[in-house]
Antibody, heavy 116, light 110 residues
Framework: EEQLVESGGGLVQPGGSLRLSCAASGFTFSTYWMTWVRQVPGKGLECLANINKDGSEEYYVDSVRGRFTISRDNAKNSLYLQMNSLRVEDTAVYYC?????????WGQGTLVTVSS | QSALTQPASVSASPGQSITISCTGTSSDVGVYNFVSWYQQYPGKAPKLIIYGVSNRPSGVSNRFSGSKSGNTASLTISGLQTEDEADYYCSSYRTTYTWIFGGGTKLTVL
């Protein structure tokens, strides 16, 4: 079964940092683009960052560019999102997903709460 | 980045059919056949129900169908069931390796 499992969410103060992880299983991780998507509670979905198969290309939405960094370790079948300079408005459920253009799994999500 | 435009809510009775529209631009829906639709229940992760405009993943009911005309994509659900009551989101690839989502549509099955 193709599966993605996120971890690393939690409560952090404004200005703080957090690193999310996404463990992939059931498919050849290194052959797919990967994506981080977030959802503010009660709101819609927002694609934050994308990374190509070997990790050499990264793309970000304007709201997180310069603060968030997407990366991957194909040897560990893992995707990461390093989040720095966190703001209250970054409070959301964060999902990892495989190649949004095709039929791919999403994780169950991990909640990040930015609050003092 | 502006979101794709979806109606905020639709409602219908069991057994009826509904169509949810998703309007984009000539930079996303109008030029790429990479439109997806997701179903989301409260507190759950989104579930892919349509990809590539009209393709259904294995296990998704054939009551769900997708189409596209110009800058507008559509999701049709036929033979509505109470279990179809959920939020539905469209997404499309947009130039320079970004994806854009619609604001979501709440489907109520009366």
């Amino acid at each position: 079964e193709e599966q993605l499992v996120e971890s690393g969410g939690g409560l952090v103060q404004p200005g703080g940092s957090l690193r999310l992880s996404c463990a992939a299983s059931g498919f050849t991780f290194s052959t797919y683009w990967m994506t981080w998507v977030r959802q503010v509670p009660g709101k819609g979905l927002e694609c934050l960052a994308n990374i190509n198969k070997d990790g050499s290309e990264e793309y970000y939405v304007d709201s997180v560019r310069g603060r968030f960094t997407i990366s991957r370790d194909n040897a560990k079948n893992s995707l990461y999102l390093q989040m720095n300079s966190l703001r209250v408005e970054d409070t959301a459920v964060y999902y990892c997903a495989r190649d949004l253009n095709y039929n791919g799994p999403w994780g169950q999500g991990t909640l990040v709460t930015v609050s003092s | 980045q502006s979101a794709l435009t979806q109606p905020a809510s639709v409602s219908a009775s069991p057994g009826q059919s509904i169509t949810i529209s998703c309007t984009g631009t000539s930079s996303d829906v109008g030029v790429y056949n990479f439109v997806s639709w997701y179903q989301q229940y409260p507190g759950k992760a989104p579930k892919l129900i349509i990809y590539g405009v009209s393709n259904r993943p294995s296990g998704v009911s054939n009551r769900f169908s997708g189409s596209k005309s110009g800058n507008t994509a559509s999701l049709t659900i036929s033979g509505l069931q109470t279990e179809d009551e959920a939020d539905y989101y469209c997404s499309s690839y947009r130039t320079t390796y970004t994806w854009i989502f619609g604001g979501g549509t709440k489907l109520t099955v009366l």
